[in-house]
């Protein structure tokens, strides 16, 4: 199982950015998918996830700023950002479960190596 993290790098505050997740190595049209993030000096946090059938759930700290979205012809995962805030700078990964979404960060298999996100004032 491999997940592997892009698009990340300096915005400044306000900005968008967009992120994606390639996997391979499972059947991706069938697992659940989400996106976390640590910042410098904190612990992981869950912002979003998206299952088999599509259905989307936020953290109410990202709802109506954050997007993520699937491919399953490409193995995909996106997640499109907007509003970003400089307390948002963290190292973004993404992870995999079969089953339902959770915010469990303890309830997910297999994630990524990350990719940082840096947001300037």
């Known amino acids: 199982v491999q997940l592997v993290e892009s698009g990340g790098g300096l915005v400044q505050s306000g900005g968008s950015l967009s992120l994606s997740c390639v996997t391979s190595?499972?059947?991706?049209?069938?697992?659940?998918m989400a996106w976390v993030r640590q910042a410098p000096g904190k612990g992981l946090e869950w912002l979003s996830g998206?299952?088999?059938?599509?259905?989307?759930y936020y953290s109410d700290s990202v709802r109506g700023r954050f997007t993520i979205a699937r491919d399953n012809a490409k193995n995909t995962v996106y997640l499109h950002m907007t509003s970003l805030k400089p307390e948002e700078t963290a190292v973004y990964s993404c992870?995999?479960?079969?089953?339902?979404?959770?915010?469990?960060?303890?309830?997910?298999?297999?994630w990524g190596q990350g990719t940082q996100v840096t947001v300037s004032t």
């Open positions: 992870a995999m479960r079969v089953g339902r979404v959770s915010s469990m960060l303890s309830e997910w298999d297999y």
């Open positions: 998206i299952d088999s059938d599509g259905n989307t």
């Open positions: 190595g499972f059947t991706f049209s069938t697992s659940t």
